[in-house]
Structures are given as structure tokens and as C-alpha cells.
């Protein structure tokens, strides 16, 4: 096979699994490792300048890293990366004189933003910092877009989001709350340079079986009713809720009502538990809340009696799978099931609704009624516009968002200084040897064997008595630095030097997890299984060296690589080294340049 | 070396054995040699060896003297017994053991200083006495320990790394060995795990007096140009004689050869080591030839390696001296000390 381009970013970057899986490209070994030194400011700086909202996500975020993370496959459970990074948000102090600040004179460019969602705050920042004038647009009173309105305050305290979403507008960006953005081509009139939809998927999916107009006074849309929650305007429920809809909305509307007095609070769900869109952490909170969570029930009407609900009939149903294996809900044939209730939550998923766009400005939009969008620039068919997050391409996530708006920054900075913004900044990274001494480097390279710890939580009755009471209260320090030091620290990269090599072997017996290898050459294919420990992830790159004086290769499988530099220590000539791969996504310039196009 | 300990943590589709253990069960204490130490590759090739024989380590015992290859056996087989004996002594100690305790798998771990000079003597004796064990000798051509002084195993010729030629000859191990009667001889490279272990493993099999002269580079004092045990210098003049294959009783033959190009040599226990021959006209039991052979290809200035000499009928001191079957510790009171009568009986025969 061919030998590896280790100059190409993009080879160590993969082995990063976590950072390479996080949307935004936070590299998360780092601020590990500033956690770990009790660095906490640090680390949430390092947070900052890719996510954006640490605090936030630490305890919000759908955690794409990890099922990414190498632990994951080393032992039982990945690294709790999502609650570390809470951590640094938790312990930071105070980090005032950390923040950038927006460059005195601006560069006379304007940009407009609907919604004060993550995607509109991220894609603000990086352009408050390059010098833009930013004006957000925001129907709600305060800026936050789902995260204020969606979240539920026992997962994620108002304090938060306060002064997470204050960093950002404190940068000199203009919030026009309360205003709702009712036309696109009047916006367009406006003197702005660019606009960013942010709006996020506004609308509740309804249910319209037998019986939803009838009783439809005690029948809520999920996100509208959490929306109610959290502004104050709703404090009761009936003390029977089902809850329908297998997603983490409805997570969130099962745990909310048994706040605000549901005392039997179900969850109905049409597919199985192991399908449901809700993520596994989720599912086990509301589980823990002695929620029930009933499978494989698709509701056929609304019972009502006199104009009231009465509660839900279910068709049961099973999943069967056709010869492409395509699964199909089929009904099982058994009697109905009726379950009596005061109130049904509907959580069955979200759309997105463009009513104030019109059609004739030029901006496309897909058969599906959604805008046609770049998905490496974010700009819609107006050169003008561009979208991200959940009103880019439908329902997705947090930290989704916050990549888009990153790189719709990147677009519209592009676009403001006359660039293509199909021409993308090549990210910034370095690669440097962490070799202190023989025995010696400059990261912690001994492998804990810890297995994963849990976040403590608040005790159940004095977290079901109060919606505002946080239920996880976050790893103390000491916790956190025992998870912190399950990290591999998978950026400190194997770096082979063929040249020096004199084929000891010391590395490969030395080496805990079998990774390498010196064998004869072949084709990627026929020799995977061949290796020492044959290397069976397709998803996990081998490293591939030539040049040794035998004429064979050295093949290093990356799949369950400690990162331990064991090797390195082992080798007598320097041939392998431990070197850290430091990869931040570019972002908009920070000011201090001329608008003239480069 | 290193300071660390090796992680516990191992490859999640790690292969365990016949007795249900991995190759990592067969590790010792992480090793405090020089980085790049060939005999540290030894000690994987012996816990490869063990861990694909299936050998319960706690049914070994390991030996050793003094000297960088006597430090090994604390690197490998963390669960077997292990004596350090003194400087060159390791045969006479193993003899010992096996005197007491046949039950036992006797490895002795001695390095060329150990064996070659100052052992000397008990190196000879233990091989003529045909112990049944497997003598690693883990050969670097000098003292690593003192800085890297000639031993009696560097040839003649051979620069040291400040320059010195020696102007001794070097003693052969393997051909000693052979003259010596041992019933196994080979010599191997630390560098050529294939073969080691291979070796190993017939070696470990063998019912009598194995020896191993494996060369072994020293990284520190021995890798330079001019050396003869280098790991450039012998990848460039390695002869190796024949590929050893392994057949014990439960396993098919799994490869066929050219017919004429490999041989089968039954061992009196059953053990076959099938030998895929790469020097067409050796003959493997025949010890004569075997010792002319090693003084061709030294006189050519290359080095035989492979299972140089095997006797496939090979005899035990056990079964020379008529000794129980019972390890002693498995002896109860009455037949350890048989009484005045039995005392009585002993004296008036030798009167």
C-alpha cells in the first residue's frame, strides 16, 4: 500500500477521533489536559474559540465525540469529554481578561441576523471580531434561541445561559429583542452587507388523529409548551401526562411535567426503546424520574368526554423487517390500549416554517420547502443570505449550529472582501515533539485505568420539587481530574522516522495494544489481517512507513493506539517520536487587516 | 527502558491459548535494559514461544547468572519460578532443580560472559550431562555491563566501538555444544523473531539438552560498523539452514512443500519438528557434518543459523541415573527417610 502523508492535516487530524467528530473541530485532548493541570480558564478559553458556548454545551451538548472516542474502544466507556468540558465552564473563574475584544473601528461592513439562536451568536462573534457591525433580530425578549426557550432549566440553569450569550453580545453586537423578522425582502432593503438566517425549526409537529380538535384544550406542541415553561407562563399539569414522541424533546416534556405536577408522567413511543432518537443519557434521566417509557405504540385517537381529554388509544405494533431490510411498524393485530390522562404533550418532531421569505427575491427553495444551501459556504442562492443551524438543513443540534455559524462567518467575511467563498482558509496547525528528556515528556503519557466516573446528581425528591433545580451537579474538582486523566491524549501523535530505524522491534513487543508492525509489503487489503493484531476497523487509518533498510514496511494500525509513547521510549535511535498535533479550524480574521481583497 | 509500567490494557481481540491465557499473561516486570536491546526481543520471543505452546507459566522454571541476559528472565514469565543464581553458575543450580523436581520446564537464561567465560566449565558439563532444559545463551559479543569490553565470543577481527581489533578467538558456542553432546543445537538472531521462536518452541519441546546460541546486538556497545554482531552485520551474513515447524499431536499439517525440500523428525515423546530445508544437502542428525558445516560458513565469514543438530533418540540425566519419576516434594516421610533398616541394608551392601 502507499506510504503515509503525514504532512497532509487531514491524516492526524482523523486519529483525533473526538475533535475530528465534533462538528466545530474542538480540540478536545487539549482543554483535557488544561483541565487536568487546573487550568480551568484556560481550557474553557480553548472551548471559546471553538464552541463558543462552553457552559452550555458542557451540559447540553448531543456529544458527537464520544461514540468517537478511542477509550470507547479500548475499554467500556468513552471519556465523559461533554461533563469535562463543563468542568472548565464551572471552575474557569473569572475569564474577563481573557476575552478578545472587538477591534475599536470597525470595517464598515453590516450584518444582519435572524434569530439569537447558537448559530446566529456563533456566526456574530467571529465577525463582531473581525470588525463587522452586527445587528441580531430576535422575535423572543432575550437572546438564546432554543436554549432558552427549548431547554428545560433542571438540565441547563438560566445563570448559564445569561452569561454565555452576554460574552457574545458584549462584543458590540446589537440585539433588537422583541422584534420579529416578518419579511426577507424588506431586510434585504436594508443597508446590510450580508443577512444570516438563524431562525432554527420554529414548528411543532402536530398530530391530527380523531379527537385532537375536540380536546384540544388539554393537548400541547411540545416545544411550544417547554417555550411556555421556561418564560413562566405555565406552571401546572394534569397529574396523568403522556408524553408522545420518542425524541429529546420529549425527554425534556416527560421530566418537566413531572415537575409541575405530574405524578404519572408516561412516554408512548411508536418504535422500540433502541430506536428512539433520544440520546441514550436521556433516555436513563427520564428513566431514573420513574418515567415509564412504553415501546411500539402508535396512537390512533383522543378520547375526550364532554369537550375533555380522556386520555390516548394505541394500536400496538412490531417491527418487522422486509428482504431489503427496510423496518415497517406493523400492527400486531391485538385489541387497542387505552391510556386514561389529563394532558398529552406531543413531541413527534420538528419543522421548519419560511412564511416571511418570500419567493420572488431570488433565493430558491427545494421541493421539500426548504432553502437550497451550499453546505460548505452556508449561502442560499442569494449571494446576500446565509443560513445555519436548524434553518440550514432542518432539525439537528447544538454544536451543529455552532459549526455553521463559524463557517457562514468564514463565507460572509469572504463575501464582504470579494473572495469566493468556495475557496476555504486552510486550518492552522502545528506539530511539535513533546520529548523533554530519555524519560520525559511534556504530557502525562502513563494510561489510567479508570473506568468511567458518573456526575453526581441532586437527590431525586429535591430535584423533582423544583424546575429550576440543576439535577447533574457536575464533577467536583477532584472528579474531574481522574476523568480527565482517562484521556489518551490521541493529538500527541506516533511520529515514525523510517531513516532512523534500525528494526529492534523494540517498539512492537513493547507496545501494550499489539498496534504495530514490521511485515512484508502488500496491498491495504491483504495486509490489515495480517498484522500483528489484525487490524479489522476500515474506519481507522494504518500508518504506513517505507524506507527500512530490510525492504519491509512499518505498519502502525491507529485503531487502539494508547498514545502511551512506550514506543518512543523503547526506540534507541529516535526513530519514533511523541509530537502534538494542534489543529484549529480557521475562522474569521481578527481585524487588523485591510478590507482590499488579498 | 523505560520508567513507566506497560499499560494493563490490551488489544480487545487479544487470542487466548489452550489454557485460556493471553500472550500478555506471559510478561514479566517492563525491562530496564537499554532501549533497543536484542535481548529484549529474546524475552518476547519466549513469551511468544510459551504463549503459543500453551505452557502453564507457572509450571517453569527460570534460571539465570549474572550479566544483562541474566537480568531477563525478571522481564518475562512474571508467574513462573525464577532463581538469579551467581555469576556462571546457572547450570549447575538448574541441574540441581531438575535433579529435584523433573516435573518442571527448565529455562536457563545465561548471556556469553556468563557462559562463555567465566561459566565456562558449568556450561560444558551441564550439556554433557544432557539435563533436559533450554540453555538460552543471549550472545552480544561483549560486556555490556562494564562498557562494552571483548568477550570470549567476539571474533577475531571485530572492532569495538572506541576502534580496539580483538586478537582472540572466538569460542562457539553452538559448536562446543556439539561437541560437547548436547542432543539440540541451534543458533538463532534477536533479530529474526520468526526463527527465534520457532527454535523456542522445538527447543521447549525437546526431551534433553537444548542450547539456543542466539546473537543478540548490543545497541549501547556492539551496533557499529566493524562489529560482527550487529544488527546490520548479521541481517547481511545470516545462513539460516532450515525453517522449523512444530506439529504436536492435535494439529493437521497445514502447508506442503516441495517434496525433497522438507524433513520430519519424530522425537522419541512424539513431538515432530517438520524442518522446511533451505540448505539442500544438510542433514540435521548427523553431528559430524553439522560441525564441519559450522566451520565452513565461518571460514566464509557467514553465520549458520537454524536448528543446527538434533538427536531425535535424546536421553536425560534422569534417565541416565535411574531417578525416581516423583519430584522430591512429592515424596511423603516413609520414602524420603526408608529408616535405620533401609540405612542398615545400604552399609552392608558396600562392605
Not at chain 1, 470579494?418 to 502525562?444: C, F, N, T
Request: aromatic share 6%; glycine share 8%; hydrophobic share 40%.
Amino acid at each position: 500500500m502507499d506510504a503515509t502523508d503525514i504532512a497532509d492535516p487531514d491524516y492526524f487530524h482523523k486519529v483525533v477521533d473526538c475533535q475530528y467528530a465534533c462538528p466545530a473541530h474542538t480540540p478536545v485532548p487539549e482543554y483535557i489536559r488544561l483541565i487536568a493541570a487546573g487550568r480551568h480558564a484556560d481550557a474553557y478559553m480553548v472551548n471559546w474559540h471553538s464552541n463558543v458556548l462552553p457552559g452550555i454545551l458542557g451540559r447540553t451538548c448531543d456529544r458527537p465525540c464520544e461514540p468517537a472516542c478511542r477509550r470507547g474502544r479500548v475499554e467500556e466507556a468513552p471519556v465523559a469529554i461533554c461533563r469535562l468540558k463543563r468542568v472548565a465552564a464551572d471552575f474557569k473563574g473569572d475569564i474577563s481578561n481573557c476575552l478578545p475584544k472587538a477591534p475599536e473601528r470597525g470595517n464598515g461592513k453590516r450584518v444582519a441576523f435572524v434569530g439569537a439562536g447558537p448559530a446566529s451568536l456563533a456566526a456574530a462573534r467571529d465577525l463582531a471580531l473581525g470588525g463587522y457591525d452586527c445587528v441580531i433580530f430576535e422575535a423572543d425578549a432575550r437572546a438564546g434561541g432554543m436554549i432558552r426557550t427549548q431547554i428545560p432549566r433542571f438540565r441547563l440553569p438560566e445563570t448559564v445561559i445569561d452569561e454565555e450569550v452576554g460574552y457574545i453580545l458584549d462584543l458590540g453586537i446589537t440585539l433588537r429583542a422583541g422584534t420579529r423578522i416578518d419579511s426577507l425582502r424588506t431586510l434585504l432593503a436594508e443597508p446590510f452587507d450580508a443577512i444570516f438566517i438563524g431562525c432554527g425549526a420554529p414548528r411543532g409537529r402536530d398530530l391530527n388523529i380523531p379527537g385532537r380538535a375536540e380536546a384540544a384544550a388539554n393537548i400541547h406542541i411540545g416545544i411550544d409548551w417547554l417555550s411556555s415553561v421556561s418564560f413562566g407562563h405555565i406552571d401546572r399539569i394534569g397529574r396523568r401526562v403522556v408524553v408522545l414522541g420518542g425524541g429529546n424533546t420529549a425527554m425534556d416534556c416527560c421530566r418537566s411535567a413531572r415537575r409541575l405536577g405530574g405524578e404519572e408522567v408516561r412516554v408512548v413511543v411508536r418504535s422500540g426503546y433502541a430506536e428512539m432518537k433520544a440520546s441514550p443519557w436521556e433516555k436513563e434521566d427520564a428513566l431514573r424520574e420513574d418515567i415509564p417509557i412504553l415501546n411500539f405504540m402508535v396512537p390512533i385517537e383522543f378520547t375526550h368526554e364532554s369537550g375533555r381529554l380522556t386520555g390516548v388509544l394505541f394500536e400496538k405494533v412490531e417491527a418487522r423487517h422486509d428482504d431489503q431490510g427496510r423496518r415497517a411498524l406493523v400492527p400486531t393485530g391485538e385489541a387497542p390500549v387505552h391510556i386514561p390522562c389529563d394532558d398529552v404533550l406531543v413531541a413527534v418532531g420538528q419543522e421548519n416554517a419560511f412564511p416571511w421569505i418570500e419567493r420572488d427575491i431570488g433565493l430558491a427553495f427545494d421541493r421539500n420547502g426548504m432553502p437550497v444551501v451550499d453546505p460548505l459556504t452556508l449561502q442560499s442562492t442569494h449571494p446576500r443570505v446565509f443560513l445555519g443551524g436548524d434553518a440550514a438543513f432542518g432539525p439537528k443540534n447544538i454544536i451543529w449550529a455552532v459549526a455553521h455559524g463559524h463557517e457562514a462567518a468564514v463565507s460572509i467575511d469572504r463575501v464582504c472582501r470579494g473572495l469566493d467563498p468556495r475557496q476555504r482558509p486552510a486550518p492552522h496547525v502545528s506539530l511539535a515533539s513533546q520529548k523533554m528528556g530519555i524519560h520525559e515528556w511534556s504530557y502525562d503519557s502513563a494510561v489510567s485505568t479508570d473506568h468511567r466516573f458518573a456526575v453526581p446528581h441532586r437527590a431525586k425528591p429535591e430535584a423533582l420539587a423544583d424546575i429550576r433545580a440543576e439535577v447533574e451537579l457536575g464533577y467536583d474538582d477532584q472528579l474531574a481530574f481522574a476523568e480527565a486523566q482517562r484521556c489518551l491524549n490521541c493529538d500527541v501523535q506516533t511520529v515514525f522516522s523510517a531513516r532512523l530505524c534500525i528494526e529492534c522491534d523494540a517498539c512492537v513487543d513493547i507496545c501494550p495494544m499489539d498496534c504495530i508492525t514490521f511485515a512484508a509489503d502488500g496491498p491495504e487489503a491483504e495486509l490489515r489481517p495480517r498484522l500483528n493484531a489484525p487490524a479489522l476497523n476500515p474506519d481507522q487509518a494504518i500508518y504506513l512507513a517505507k524506507g527500512l533498510k530490510t525492504g519491509r514496511v512499518m505498519a502502525k494500525d491507529e485503531d487502539v493506539c494508547l498514545h502511551c509513547g512506550l514506543c518512543a521510549e523503547r526506540c534507541p535511535t529516535g526513530a519514533w517520536d511523541m509530537q502534538r498535533f494542534l489543529l484549529t479550524t480557521a475562522q474569521v480574521e481578527h481585524a487588523c487587516r485591510s478590507l482590499s481583497p488579498a | 527502558m523505560t520508567f513507566l509500567p506497560k499499560p494493563k490494557l490490551h488489544h480487545p481481540e487479544l487470542p487466548t491459548n489452550a489454557v485460556g491465557l493471553t500472550r500478555r499473561d506471559y510478561e514479566g516486570a517492563i525491562s530496564t535494559l537499554c532501549a533497543g536491546c536484542g535481548h529484549d526481543s529474546i524475552s518476547a520471543a519466549i513469551i511468544r514461544a510459551c504463549f503459543e505452546l500453551a505452557l502453564p507459566p507457572h509450571r517453569i522454571a527460570k534460571l539465570s547468572g549474572i550479566g544483562c541476559s541474566s537480568k531477563t528472565p525478571t522481564y518475562f514469565l512474571g508467574q513462573a519460578h525464577g532463581f538469579n543464581s551467581v555469576h556462571g553458575r546457572m547450570p549447575s543450580v538448574l541441574t540441581g532443580a531438575n535433579l529435584a523436581n523433573r516435573d518442571l520446564i527448565y529455562l536457563g537464561v545465561s548471556g556469553d560472559g556468563d557462559s562463555a567465560s567465566i561459566g565456562l566449565g558449568q556450561f560444558a558439563h551441564a550439556l554433557r550431562r544432557g539435563v533436559n532444559m533450554v540453555y538460552v545463551v543471549e550472545n552480544n559479543g561483549v560486556y555490556g555491563l562494564t562498557k562494552g569490553q571483548f568477550s570470549a565470543t567476539s571474533d577475531r577481527g571485530a572492532k569495538s566501538k572506541k576502534g580496539a581489533v580483538n586478537a582472540d578467538t572466538a569460542i562457539d558456542l553452538a559448536g562446543l555444544a556439539l561437541e560437547l553432546g548436547a542432543s539440540f543445537v541451534a543458533r538463532s538472531f534477536s533479530g529474526d523473531r520468526e526463527q527465534l521462536v520457532s527454535l523456542l518452541k522445538a527447543a521447549l519441546l525437546h526431551p534433553g539438552a537444548a542450547i539456543i546460541d542466539c546473537i543478540s546486538p548490543c545497541v549501547a556497545f556492539n551496533n557499529h560498523a566493524g562489529s560482527t554482531k550487529s544488527y546490520d552485520y548479521v541481517r547481511h551474513h545470516n545462513e539460516a539452514v532450515n525453517r522449523i515447524e512444530i506439529i504436536t499431536g492435535r494439529e493437521p499439517i497445514a502447508v506442503d512443500y516441495a517434496p525433497g525440500t522438507t524433513v520430519a523428525v519424530t522425537q522419541h515423546d512424539g513431538t515432530v519438528l517438520r524442518l522446511r530445508k533451505l540448505a539442500a544437502d544438510y542433514d540435521i542428525e548427523d553431528r559430524a557434518a553439522a560441525i564441519g558445516f559450522l566451520e565452513g560458513r565461518r571460514r566464509e565469514g557467514e553465520i549458520a543459523t537454524g536448528l543446527l543438530y538434533v538427536d531425535p533418540d535424546a536421553e536425560d540425566l534422569h534417565a541416565h541415573l535411574g531417578t525416581i519419576e516423583t519430584p522430591l516434594n512429592a515424596l511423603d516421610e516413609t520414602a524420603l527417610c526408608p529408616g535405620a533398616d533401609a540405612l542398615a541394608a545400604i552399609n552392608a551392601a558396600l562392605r
